[in-house]
């Protein structure tokens, strides 16, 4: 049996009108078990949840003829594969938290046909918590392992899930446990125990058991098997777009001769393949083609080594003719391998292994994974095997539209695209940190991520998903640093400020969407958030002795005592709240975050640095310590906690070449985590090795978005030109994303992604005239660019601008405001102007 992925799947798009009305589902929860009985006197379910596990359930229809359109719908707990007479019809559901479960929609017309159909679908549950899932309070019949709910509409007939589908409870799949960083299941398939052929429609799976209906086994469930039930509660529309992309082949195949030693057994792969690379110079292996032919392997191993070229991000599909019990164990690696740098704990531990069953073999990942390097260490078996084919099936959020930025300077063209493919590469169902290491979602990152697609993507509806999922506050009004997954199903310590990066996606919905209602019904979590800090105000109205992980950057940063970075962001958001809180009528709110950001103006004058012209970093027992980070300075702007006319002093004290120096608490000098720096840091221990007096600690990639605000506020946006090369260190040796930090992590990190929007909302200085859009305010200003132009998304149509030799022609759907050089304004009508500037 084959899966043929299809690059993306049929689902309906959210903007398309649903063919099912209300909430109530015709469909029942089914599962491979029977619920258990449950327990009168019981509030609450005793049974433990089943590891992870994988269940196929199917089904057969006959029809006569093809209706037009067969809508159907569907979700799973923990997540499903979609296969429709033996073709993938989409993957889902999107992640959410456990009671805003998601379903999807599809047309399932276009995989029918007349007579006999089979609808397979493959439903893994997780067990434990990983990266991207947190489970459901199980209540006896639901939330303990894998359960499905589907249904269909047949012309008059309704086609759902129920007990005459079949089930079976595969054993083929395993996973080892999750640990430390770890958060992408390494997913383990034994073939000799699959089923061959089970998604066929030619298929016998007449030995199978048929499928158990599930209610939700509680006192107050009724027995009730179809949705709406607890613990999911009302399951809601997908909201975004389906993921899809191109396959990708490898650029660069590499083969060894058999190793000349065995490897010791072990149930987890990527240890057994980091162990025969140790050593070994992949460089110097024999560069071939597919098909490669496998030797026997009696007591040795090969190893086959991939080069994508870049980093891609999908699903690994490996086609493959080998004798019984023959093992593929693969090892994903973002970079070349080397063994001192795969001992850190940051490295990636992504993988899969393949045991073929000797006929019709093909390993078709479920796990999304990112990868650019792919290591196949063939062992076992019986006889020779050939490796006829690897490719990745990308399954990315669709880039839409048809923004673009050009300019006279090839690198600065090269970052607007690298951007654009950086967040992509961490755009699935949500916007997430790397895909590589970890694809959590966390909730300060993904700012930057939805700012990029507000300013180069036609479709903002992650944009928007991004703040929705994230509304998910701890019960004292926080949010969790990371939502879905394990970090917020532990209840554990955040990093407050996130919640402040949060607040500012709130505020970028505001003045690009303008939706007045979805931002009435965002205004109680932002307060929420702002007052979870009043506790920790000190006399002088600025925050101090702040608990929890306050990140801020990765920079070395310091926010201990009072805190003039913390302060700065929380004043930010209070302005922020302010306005949205007298765009949705509450005058009353927005006066009382006036009046604490007051407070705060006064009390940070303390901070300030007269000699040096910018903000220092905090206070410690009263007394003003000398580090004066990039981050502070560009902090107090951004705040408006600065007087403006400091503006144009702090940029300059903070963007001097001769001052900035790199310094990060975690960051080591081999491209990884520094766990003795972390040790340190867990023990308040943060050793300055460089001049505090003089040199400026420059913020890391992600902080940069909000340095980058604060030159465009001081009237210097030209300066970002010059500032954003220092991202062309990353495009080197094939990579075409932004790595996570000045010289260490991950080569693919969402958060790094600010020269994009700089290009579009300052270089271009296309952003919103007005809340909603209903305007658009240019603003050009190229630097030492002597041209550029571009096109930018509203919801109203694309902005077009093209700026060279002092002249200006726009073509807008929206009228607009011009901003001159000079500061001046001129007001122009929709359609097409051209002006001097």
């Known amino acids: 049996m084959t899966i043929e992925p299809t690059g993306g799947n049929a689902a309906i798009t959210a903007s398309a009108a649903s063919a099912f009305d209300g909430i109530g589902w015709h469909a029942h929860w089914i599962g491979a078990e029977a619920p258990s009985g449950g327990s009168p006197a019981s509030l609450g379910a005793t049974e433990a949840r089943e590891p992870f596990h994988r269940t196929i359930f199917r089904t057969t ?31 889902g559901p999107a992640r959410s938290q456990p009671r805003r479960l998601r379903f999807d929609e599809y047309d399932l017309a276009p995989f029918l046909r007349a007579g006999r159909n089979t609808i397979a679908v493959l439903v893994t549950y997780y067990g434990n918590p990983t990266a991207f899932w947190q489970p459901a309070a199980a209540n006896g019949g639901l939330g303990l392992d894998a359960v499905l709910a589907l249904e269909a509409r047949l012309g008059d007939d309704w086609l759902v899930t129920d007990a005459d589908w079949k089930v079976h409870r595969a054993s083929a799949w395993t996973a080892p446990a999750l640990e430390g960083l770890e958060g992408v299941p390494v997913e383990r398939v034994d073939a000799r125990e699959l089923p061959d052929g089970w998604a066929d429609p030619g298929f016998d799976d007449t030995g199978w058991p048929t499928a158990h209906r599930r209610p939700a086994n ?46 010791e057994p072990g149930e ?21 083609a597919f098909p490669v032919a496998v030797p026997s392997r009696s007591g040795s191993a090969t190893l086959i080594s991939l080069d994508f070229g870049r980093v891609v991000v999908g699903t690994v599909h490996i086609s493959l003719e080998a004798a019984a019990g023959t093992t593929l164990d693969i090892l994903y690696r973002e970079r070349p391998h080397s063994k001192e740098e795969s001992e850190s704990f940051s490295i990636p531990i992504t993988g899969a292994r393949y045991i073929a069953r000797g006929e019709n073999d093909r390993f078709d990942a479920i796990e999304v994974n990112g990868l650019r390097y792919a290591h196949l260490l ?109 970090i917020e199903s532990s209840g554990g310590f955040t990093i407050p400020d996130w919640s402040l990066h949060w607040v500012h996606g709130v505020h970028n919905l505001y003045r690009y969407l303008g939706d007045e209602q ?72 927005a006066a009382w975050a006036d009046e604490l950001h007051a407070q705060a103006a006064d009390g940070y004058e303390d901070f300030w640095d007269e000699t040096r012209g ?29 007087p403006r006319a400091r503006w144009d002093r702090i940029v300059t004290a903070i963007t001097d070449p001769g001052t900035l120096v790199v310094r990060s608490w975690i960051g080591g000098e081999d491209g990884s985590y520094d766990e003795v720096k972390i040790a340190d840091q867990m023990h308040g221990i943060q050793r300055i090795d460089w001049d505090p007096e003089r040199e ?32 062309s260190q990353f495009l080197v040796d094939g990579y075409d994303t932004f ?99």
């Open 378 to 486: 063939v062992s076992g078996g019986d006889a020779s095997a050939v490796i006829t084919g690897v490719e990745v099936q990308e399954r990315l959020y669709p880039h839409t539209g048809e923004a673009f930025f050009r300019s006279d300077d090839a690198e600065i063209d090269a970052l607007y695209a690298a951007g654009i493919r950086t967040v992509q590469c961490n755009a699935q169902d949500a916007f997430t940190d790397c895909p590589t290491r970890e694809q959590r979602a966390w909730v300060g990152d993904g700012v930057v991520h939805q700012l990029v697609h507000l300013t180069t993507n036609a479709d903002w509806r992650l944009a928007r998903a991004y703040v929705a999922l994230g509304n998910s506050p701890r019960p004292d009004g926080i949010l969790p640093m990371s939502v879905v997954g394990e």
């Open 61 to 91: 229809v006959d029809l006569d003829a093809i209706p037009a359109v067969v809508p159907a719908r569907l979700t799973a707990d923990s997540r499903y594969v979609l296969i429709v007479n033996g073709v993938e019809a989409g993957r």
């Open 268 to 288: 987890h792969p990527v240890p057994r393949v980091r162990a025969a690379l140790d050593g070994h110079d992949v460089s110097g292996d024999l560069e071939t």
């Open 696 to 727: 400026v600690v420059i913020a890391e990639p992600f902080y940069s978005y909000l340095v980058h605000d604060a030159v465009a506020a001081a009237g210097r946006a030209g300066d970002l030109v010059t500032l954003m090369r220092r991202w």
């Open 614 to 642: 910018t903000y220092i970093d905090h206070i410690l027992d009263g007394v003003a310590q000398p580090a004066a980070s990039q981050a502070a300075g560009a902090t107090a702007i951004v705040s408006g906690l600065a």
């Open 518 to 589: 979805e931002i009435r019904a965002l205004l109680p979590t932002v307060e929420r958030v702002l007052r979870w800090y009043l506790p920790y105000l000190d006399d002088r109205g600025t925050l101090a002795e702040v608990p929890e992980w306050n990140l801020v950057d990765w920079s070395s940063v310091f926010v201990t005592g009072r805190s003039s970075l913390l302060t700065a962001l929380w004043a930010r958001g209070l302005r922020e709240f302010a306005e949205l809180s007298r765009f949705a009528g509450n005058p009353g709110a």
């Open 218 to 263: 509680h006192i107050g469930g009724f027995g009730r098997t179809q949705p709406p039930t607890d613990p999911y509660g009302a399951l809601l529309p997908r909201g975004t777009a389906a993921v899809g992309g191109e396959r990708v082949a490898p650029a660069i195949v590499r083969v060894s001769s058999e190793l000349p030693f065995a490897l």
């Open 739 to 837: 790595g996570e930090c000045w010289g260490w992590g991950t080569p693919v990190h969402g958060w790094s992604s600010t020269p994009t929007k700089d290009l579009v909302q300052y270089v271009l200085g296309v952003t919103p005239g007005a809340a909603g859009f209903t305007a658009v305010r240019v603003a050009p200003s190229l630097g030492p660019l002597g041209f550029a132009e571009g096109s930018v998304p509203t919801p109203h149509g694309s902005v077009r601008v093209r700026v060279e030799g002092g002249t200006v022609a726009i073509e807008s759907p929206l009228p607009g405001i011009l901003v001159h050089t000079d500061g001046s304004e001129e007001e122009f009508a929709a359609g097409s102007v051209t002006s001097t500037l």
